[in-house]
């Protein structure tokens, strides 16, 4: 007996304003409802304490997720002086608090050392692995083991807000980036200890916050309007360059067939007749256009 399909096959890319409070997943899976869609993904997750943008992918776009990976973020972070926590934001236990005497120009130069390529040892309360286990799994039994620093990059800080203990600042950062131990590191610099209050990202890779929609947007939406909402599948790839194939070729590519081509090595978006994107490819030191992911609807009669 066949097993009856779950779901309808939606295809895009969804810009949702992520609520404070809820796991990535959750706000997937709600999403994924709403949308009634067969097949959803996310393109990294944004920790339950943060809101902001979450881009969602359904069907075909579930394929090239991974490309905002790697693609840089902008986040709206807060900051409250004079307080530590075991977590290093507003979830943790309270284990230390300092008066804050802080001028505005100590709080200019401490942004200005954490601008540029910065090492940041990852925190334990984090998803990282360790021989197997995520290091929360060792914060939660207590145990407290040895990790690397990592170096990453911090494009721009931007002072939004300062009242003397509350700092508001924009941060442009690189892939991999612990915004709260981007605080911690802040608060440790300044000489009394700060802990991230909030966090909202607003920005990931060429996609903005102001193009997203809210859970509860999407929710008071007629059905049919919530697909209208869906970018199209290759808002993951328009980063990166694109090639246009005829007919002939198309079909050679989509049957998995490298193409001669010619041109500059890396990865590219591939199109076919009527400007359907077909996948992604590598082009390979030698001009050579090899497939990498393939749509399945595209057309390869």
Do not use: W
């Amino acid at each position: 007996m066949a097993r009856a399909r779950r779901g309808d096959p939606v295809d895009g890319v969804l810009l949702l304003d992520k609520p404070s409070g809820i796991t990535s997943n959750h706000a997937l899976q709600k999403a994924r409802r709403l949308l009634n869609a067969a097949k959803a993904g996310h393109t990294g997750t944004l920790d339950p304490l943060a809101s902001g943008l979450l881009p969602l992918t359904f069907g075909e776009a579930t394929k090239f997720s991974s490309d905002l990976l790697d693609a840089d973020k902008g986040y709206r972070a807060t900051v409250l002086l004079g307080v530590r926590t075991r977590t290093a934001d507003a979830e943790g236990e309270v284990v230390a608090t300092q008066p804050v005497e802080v001028t505005r120009a100590q709080l200019d130069a401490a942004l200005s050392l954490l601008t540029g390529s910065i090492e940041q040892v990852p925190p334990m309360h984090s998803a990282l692995k360790r021989d197997g286990r995520a290091l929360y799994d060792y914060a939660r039994a207590g145990v407290e083991v040895a990790r690397e620093p990592r170096r990453v990059t911090i494009h721009r800080l931007v002072l939004v807000a300062f009242d003397g203990e509350r700092v508001t600042i924009d941060v442009e950062c690189s892939k991999g980036t612990y915004v709260r131990v981007l605080a911690e590191d802040l608060g440790d610099l300044l000489g009394c200890g700060a802990h991230l209050a909030a966090l909202r990202r607003t920005r990931v890779g060429a996609m903005t916050l102001e193009c997203s929609v809210s859970l509860a947007e999407l929710e008071a939406m007629p059905a049919p309007e919530r697909c209208e909402r869906l970018l199209p599948v290759d808002a993951l790839l328009a980063a990166l360059p694109r090639i246009d194939l005829a007919e002939p070729q198309a079909r050679r590519f989509l049957h998995g067939n490298p193409l001669e081509l010619g041109g500059t090595p890396g990865r590219v978006r591939v199109y076919g007749p009527d400007e359907q994107l077909l996948g992604l490819a590598e082009r390979d030191e030698h001009g050579a256009l090899n497939p990498r992911r393939l749509i399945a609807t595209a057309t390869n009669d």
